[in-house]
């Protein structure tokens, strides 16, 4: 498949992930079963460190390095449930917004995003599991 937007005929979507429901995360069962396919790809923004999960604060400046993934339409509800996003002027946790590579405007898609940090810390790290390997690096030095 390309990396160019998802057929519409096909009913699949793009999503760009970026934390808990990447590869290896412990949310990605949640997405494992729609995808059809993957690729690397970043955006600008900069994570917000929520603990154990981030999000993706865009406009903050930065790059975060993340996965493009085509999804089968059936997915969505069960991604935005997980990112409780309930649909346009609802409270959400999460928004769903459109946006494009910063590297490549040609591949574009959705990613569940917040407007701003509230409160959580900006990290400098473009990849989550970095600022995951650092936190279990300090968990580790303070136990010795």
Not at 2 to 26: C, D, E, H, M
Not at 50 to 59: D, E, N
Request: aromatic share 12%; charged share 25%.
């Amino acid at each position: 498949m390309s990396r160019a937007a998802p057929n519409k005929r096909t009913g699949a979507v793009r999503l760009f992930i970026y934390g808990s429901l990447l590869p290896g995360q412990y949310n990605h069962f949640v997405a494992e079963p729609f995808v059809l396919q993957a690729f690397p790809g970043q955006v600008r923004g900069k994570l917000a460190d929520a603990g154990c999960y981030p999000a993706l604060v865009i406009g903050s400046g930065g790059i975060v390095r993340g996965l493009w993934m085509d999804i089968a339409r059936e997915g969505l509800p069960a991604i935005d449930e997980l990112e409780e996003f309930f649909g346009i002027e609802e409270k959400n946790d999460y928004e769903r917004v459109w946006v494009t590579d910063a590297e490549n405007p040609a591949v574009e898609g959705w990613v569940y995003a917040w407007t701003d940090a509230r409160g959580f810390p900006l990290t400098e790290e473009e990849w989550w599991p970095d600022v995951i390997r650092d936190k279990q690096d300090n968990n580790e030095k303070r136990q010795r």
